[in-house]
């Protein structure tokens, strides 16, 4: 079975300052990752994904992650938010022969003027 | 291309009610899930379809059963609403193999009164 941890429920960041949205997970067998983004009364978009190959991941709206395989963790990153990025994130784990994708509680982002 | 489309939006339902909750994907994805989502507990999943045919319990599946119709549409239904059953759902869809993300819809606002 997986598991994911979002370690932190709640961040506030003003704007033009770096985010980091930390994310652990725990698994018996390979994994894929993944971060999903949630704007208020949306359904959940893929922000970005890791398979294999380079342990640093880029996606969309300038948001990054850093797969680490030792510390079997996979932090979300941006150098600097916007207003716009006020947004709820969801960090998933699902076994490389699956679709079933195990969630994370979610982290909001709140990002102030 | 719609992609998953749910249907109704927002329900209101008294104890003991019924009703079914309509999901369809045009994307020709294998695997199809049901979600519920309640504040700071992240998404759980409720049922899911790993292909036409078939379909799976999830993390939460009682008080609710599923239907897989067709490979497009997949219906969860509530046969006897509970106020405990008040939340926001979210439907699904993916290839089904692992390295692929799902595709959310829109999500139903249900109230069980």
């Known amino acids: 079975a997986q598991s994911v941890t979002q370690l932190d429920s709640q961040v506030p960041v003003f704007e033009e300052a770096p985010v980091e949205l930390r994310c652990n997970y725990s698994?018996?067998?390979?994994?894929?990752l993944f971060w999903y983004v949630q704007y208020p009364n949306q359904g959940l978009q893929l922000l970005l994904k890791?398979?294999?190959?380079?342990?640093l991941v880029k996606g969309i709206n300038g948001f990054e992650a850093e797969f680490n395989k030792s510390q079997t963790s996979f932090h979300l990153r941006k150098p600097s938010v916007h207003i716009s990025d006020t947004a709820e994130y969801f960090c998933?784990?699902?076994?490389?022969?699956?679709?079933?994708?195990?969630f994370g509680d979610g982290t909001t982002l709140t990002v102030k003027p | 291309n719609a992609g998953v489309t749910q249907t109704p939006k927002f329900q209101v339902l008294k104890t003991g009610q019924s009703m079914t909750l309509q999901c369809a994907q045009d994307?020709?994805?294998?695997?199809m899930y049901w979600y519920r989502q309640d504040p700071g507990m992240g998404l759980r999943l409720i049922y899911y379809?790993?292909?036409?045919?078939?379909?799976d319990k999830g993390e939460v599946p009682n008080g609710y059963n599923v239907s897989r119709l067709n490979k497009r549409e997949f219906s969860l239904r509530l046969e006897s609403a509970a106020p405990s059953q008040t939340s926001v759902y979210f439907c699904?869809?993916?290839?089904?193999?692992?390295?692929?993300?799902?595709?959310f819809g829109p999500g139903t606002r249900l109230t069980v009164l």
């Open positions: 998933a784990v699902t076994r490389t022969n699956a679709g079933k994708s195990t």
């Open positions: 698994s018996s067998v390979s994994v894929y």
């Open positions: 890791y398979l294999s190959g380079s342990t």
């Open positions: 994307m020709n994805h294998n695997s």
């Open positions: 379809s790993a292909s036409e045919g078939t379909t």
């Open positions: 699904a869809s993916n290839t089904g193999t692992g390295g692929n993300e799902q595709f």
